[in-house]
């Protein structure tokens, strides 16, 4: 703990450092004894080695030692130990026979892979619910995208967020109220649903979608939805799922070309599960691990009598009131 240590300065806690990012994993030990006989200097090797951990971490890897990676690499060994041992439960839970073709949301990562044929294919950033309107971990079947798709705001939403804040708001958001007091949002480029929505069956109102707010993609904590799921390039995703069938992908193109809202079937059914692991197998091996935002591990470990204490969540970009999406 400390202050900030930035590239190319020197610090007494660098001895330390490497040590840890050896028991990590992410310097090997020659490097290590090599770097630490070199002294305190914070260079461009060991830079190179803490980006390999935010990376694993989810946090912003730009090789500044802030206070949130310093909360990480202050995690003890006996917690991560623990850490793993609580989403193992969690998967016991689940089926062992998955489908070939699927869709898996990880909720405490914020990121989307796509499955084909067995294998991991695609992965995207994605956008989830934040802590007080958290994702829920379901699997439901997904069958139809739907090109320039309008939202109708959940009452819940609409009384809290939208309705007070008058009829300007309204109006510049391209929303109105339809005839059965529903706020109804038009699509086109103001929509929160983006240019398209991929369609869950009987999914409590939770899908995924496109968002015209983009930036949020760049940011290492992405819980900040209301439960819905936030796509990365969500265009692209929907014409990979549609490609098989070129007919079916002509359909949607033209419909995003015209702006006309259309629904398109996928012509199969391709499993969506959102899930939470705080401690998972990444896409190059190696054990990566996130905050515990939702408080899962916790309720898990209380129940389980496994005292455990893991880093807090510290985000990288507020809220924006005026930020009203599903």
């Not at 260079?43 to 390999?52: F, I, S």
């Not at 935010?54 to 030692?65: E, F, P, T, V, Y």
């Not at 480029?189 to 409590?204: A, I, M, R």
């Not at 109102?205 to 819905?228: E, K, M, W, Y």
Request: net charge positive; charged share 25%; glycine share 8%.
């Amino acid at each position: 703990q400390g202050g900030s240590i930035e590239p190319g300065t020197s610090d007494a806690r660098i001895p330390s450092l490497i040590k840890r990012l050896v028991a990590e994993g992410d310097l090997s030990a020659s490097a290590g004894a090599r770097l630490t006989a070199q002294g305190v200097t914070y260079g461009d090797e060991l830079q190179t080695a803490v980006r390999g951990f935010q990376s694993r971490h989810g946090l912003l890897a730009d090789g500044r030692i802030g206070a949130a990676t310093q909360r990480s690499l202050g995690a003890s060994a006996e917690d991560r130990a623990r850490q793993i041992a609580l989403n193992l439960e969690r998967r016991r839970w689940l089926k062992r026979t998955l489908s070939p073709e699927r869709i898996e949301v990880n909720t405490a990562a914020a990121i989307m892979v796509y499955w084909k044929d067995g294998k991991p294919v695609h992965s995207n950033r994605v956008v989830v619910g934040t802590a007080a309107n958290q994702t829920p971990s379901l699997e439901k079947p997904f069958a139809s995208v739907v090109a320039n798709p309008p939202w109708t705001v959940p009452m819940g939403i609409a009384r809290r967020e939208i309705l007070p804040k008058g009829p300007g708001y309204l109006a510049a958001n391209d929303m109105y109220v339809n005839a059965d007091g529903w706020v109804v949002q038009r699509a086109g480029p103001k929509s929160s649903l983006g240019n398209v929505k991929f369609e869950l069956q009987d999914s409590y109102a939770i899908f995924l979608h496109d968002t015209p707010a983009r930036g949020a993609f760049n940011l290492s904590v992405r819980q900040r939805s209301h439960g819905c799921v936030r796509v990365q390039d969500a265009i692209g995703f929907a014409r990979l799922l549609l490609s098989p069938d070129p007919e079916r992908l002509a359909l949607f193109d033209a419909a995003q070309a015209s702006g006309e809202t259309k629904r398109v079937t996928t012509g199969r059914n391709i499993g969506v599960r959102l899930l939470y692991w705080t401690a998972f197998v990444d896409g190059q091996g190696r054990v990566a691990f996130r905050e515990d935002v939702y408080k899962r591990d916790a309720k898990l470990a209380d129940a389980l009598g496994i005292a455990v204490n893991l880093p807090q969540v510290i985000a990288d970009a507020p809220i924006d009131p005026d930020e009203v999406t599903p």
